[in-house]
């Protein structure tokens, strides 16, 4: 399977807990992006890198909330901390670089976060 | 305000018919739009992007941008019940796409 791969696909945690997701890109894409989306909403950008550079991360996203690429290939993201309001699904993408002007972002199948 | 709108719907048409999805956007200077469609359960996936004002056709899918009035829509036509799901505006910025809320759209049979 040539896709984009998250893990896990499922988590349940309790509150103050520390969670990390790992995406694993298509493997010639440079560019990787991490959204959350929770029910009945659009998927909201939370970061993304170029390789291993993070060019952006949102302004509403909270310190507790890190993000690496550290060879440019898989990519993590750690939540420390967790707060029930953190339950969201965590989407990754990737696209070949330069390519967002055509706007196909390959999604994975989310990594779902329950907070209790 | 946010920077890309949907009326999340739902939008039910009857099978057969032309479904007329719609999104404005808050970046004047945006300069390319997309629709995703997305399944229950299942991630994003893009059906169409556009650039230019005016139309673009992809078989029973028409995209129509308006950059003046900062208006992007979606139709399709001969609905199937498989067209059911949450339709996803998306506007390019920075590197990055944002998204709007989603209209969620019932085709029934």
């Known amino acids: 399977d040539t896709g984009v791969s998250q893990d896990p696909r499922h988590k349940i945690t309790k509150r103050g807990q520390n969670v990390t997701f790992r995406c694993d890109p298509i493997?010639?894409?440079?560019?990787l992006y991490w959204y959350r989306q929770t029910l009945g909403q659009g998927p909201e950008f939370l970061t993304y890198f170029q390789n291993e550079a993070q060019l952006e991360k949102s302004r509403l996203l909270s310190d507790r909330f890190s993000a690496e690429r550290p060879k440019g290939s898989f990519s993590t993201l750690e939540i420390q901390r967790t707060e029930q309001g953190d339950s969201a699904m965590y989407l990754c993408?990737?696209?070949?670089?330069?390519?967002?002007?055509?706007?196909?972002?390959?999604f994975g199948e989310g990594s779902r976060l329950t907070v209790l | 305000q946010k920077e890309v709108e949907q009326n999340s719907g739902p939008l039910s048409v009857p099978e057969g018919a032309i479904a007329s999805l719609n999104c404005t956007y808050s970046?004047?200077?945006?300069?390319?739009f997309f629709w995703y469609r997305q399944y229950s359960g299942k991630s994003p996936e893009l059906i169409m992007f556009i650039y230019s004002n005016g139309d673009k056709e992809d078989g029973r899918f028409t995209a129509q941008l308006n950059k003046a009035s900062q208006y992007v829509s979606l139709l399709i036509r001969d609905s199937q019940p498989s067209d059911s799901a949450t339709y996803l505006c998306a506007v390019s910025a920075t590197g990055k796409l944002i998204f709007g809320q989603g209209t969620t759209l019932q085709v029934k049979p």
């Open positions: 993408a990737s696209s070949p670089s330069g390519t967002v002007g055509t706007g196909e972002l390959f």
């Open positions: 493997s010639e894409h440079n560019r």
């Open positions: 970046d004047r200077g945006s300069q390319s």
